[in-house]
């Protein structure tokens, strides 16, 4: 393929980027290299330059006893905090790793179940007029009920076990999944409708080959307020009462004030909720690479 | 000239375009009789009658250009032939498969170019087809881009490449080269005829332009009051001379007939 060397065919740097986002790397590599470096790289450390103040701030006030340190543990103790809480299993925290896995588990099994159903569900709603009617109401409602006043409702239901916070995962994690995916659908072009038509597609072709990648954009939209959604319910879910996880890591530093072990986990859910973003922003640009030759200009 | 241009300008209301083309029984549309024919078809919108009762009939491997003013019916008598028009009264019938292309040429963007090719295409070996299609129209190469990144005539030329691999009897083109600049039109007119005389379809051209219908057709319809209101057989070899003076008579003829049509209609 014409991948790795675009400068010999005589396309332009448009044409040739576009073709090359094939794969991402080599499409980075092959696009106007001059207006990467002063467009983005630049930039790129700028951006790291304001947290990075800040860390040396917080490191400051903390250490110089502006504010206690056992309010406002500084970087360096939180750092340390969670390397003991890695390395030994303590009989109040368990291990991190062990909190994280809980977590992750949780999270997974809640988001998996809701976006399968609100992926089917918008599907179905999408479709057809008798799938919308049937469908949409229902996901309306639900949309505009207060996710957190289901909290003691769940408990009533089910308990403080493991059902009621991946249910709360799931529902939160559904309902923006089913809005973007849905109005993706309605949104893709009625003219590549005709297309279609004209071209003899049964309707099963239509709609995989036509349908569900127009409306693809708008699912990994979807997806990425799904995934902050669902790090979000599981904060939450977790403040119930349980016995693993980042939530209990958090509920036992509250017990026994140690704010640093606080710290920690709301560090370890901010780098998995920026972890799952990326991966979705690298699916997007993989999968979306037909439209790279508009976002690159 | 004078008696030569009777020879070659047949005008009628009923001739049938069986001139010089009808050699075209030999391609895919090797049927007996009219590939399309379509009679009484009525379309109305709302209050709106756009049809009324249009009767019309192309023979294998025949070109005929349709002009008439916007909002006459030229669209909607296409897609009613092309299947997009769920409420037409009237009988339409069709030889063998029809392919069409749009204005907007209107490529998948997320496929790429060839894969916009064999896009519901049957048969054995859809991608030899589509490659063989392809380089027809000269886009070999660029049979792995993104649509996105294509000229407007290179798009044009893919979807052309679409509707012909099909192998159509009947081939609508609705306005396909409206949208591009004279110097690609120019083009993608030789295009179309050497892409016609290799295959051999019908074709049936919507356009606007006079002198586009007179350079392509066999025969040029003038769609008016919802019927198809005067036509012109143009029986001069192709490619033509724009300043011939058959074609200058008969685009005069063409332009007032197109003019009579709004005195007419108000």
Known sequence: ?297 | MAPRAAGALADSRSAAGSGPTASGAGGPGNVAGPVVSVSGLTRRFGERTVLSSLDLEIEAGEIVALIGRSGSGKSTLLRALAGLDEHPDGEVAIQGTVAMAFQEPRLVPWRRVIDNVTLGLRGADPAGRARQALTEVGLDDHRRAWPLTLSGGEAQRVSLARALVREPSVLLLDEPFGALDALTRIAMHRLLLALWEEHLPAILLVTHDVDEALALADRVLVLGDGRIAHQSAVALPRPRDRDHPDLIALRNRLLSELGVDTKGTQ
Not at chain 1, 71 to 78: D, G, I, N
Not at chain 1, 220 to 225: D, E, M, P, S, W
């Open chain 1, 1 to 297: 393929m014409s991948t790795t060397n675009p400068s010999t065919k005589p396309l332009g740097a448009l044409a040739a980027g576009a073709r090359a986002g094939r794969d991402g790397v080599a499409a980075d590599g092959a696009v106007a290299p001059e207006r990467r470096r002063r467009g983005l790289r630049l930039p790129r450390w700028n951006r790291v330059a304001s947290p990075l103040l800040l860390l040396a701030v917080w490191q400051l006030v903390s250490v110089t006893g502006l504010i206690s340190a056992t309010k406002l543990p500084p970087p360096t103790k939180v750092i340390s905090t969670a390397y003991t809480l890695i390395t030994t299993d303590s009989p109040a925290y368990g291990t991190l790793q062990h909190a994280l896995l809980a977590s992750l588990g949780r999270v997974a099994v809640g988001f998996a179940l809701g976006a399968g159903c609100a992926l089917i569900l918008a599907t179905i709603a999408g479709l057809s007029r008798f799938g919308e009617d049937l469908v949409d109401p229902l996901m309306q409602m639900l949309r505009t009920l207060p996710l957190f006043g289901l909290v003691p409702v769940f408990i009533v239901w089910f308990g403080i076990g493991q059902l009621p916070k991946v249910l709360l995962i799931a529902i939160g994690a559904a309902i923006p999944l089913y809005l973007n995916t849905f109005a993706g659908i309605r949104g893709v072009d009625g003219r590549l409708g005709e297309l279609g038509t004209v071209l003899g597609l049964r309707r099963t072709e239509l709609v995989r080959h036509i349908v569900l990648p127009g409306a693809l954009p708008d699912v990994l939209v979807g997806l990425r307020q799904s995934l902050g959604v669902a790090w979000l319910s599981l904060v939450v879910a977790e403040q119930l009462n349980t016995n693993a996880g980042l939530g209990f890591i958090i509920n036992q530093g509250t017990q026994f004030l140690q704010n640093d072990v606080i710290f920690v986990a709301l560090a370890v859910y901010t780098i998995l909720g920026l972890l799952t973003d990326w991966m979705v922003r690298v699916v997007e640009r993989r999968a979306l690479g037909w439209r790279r030759g508009l976002l690159v200009r």
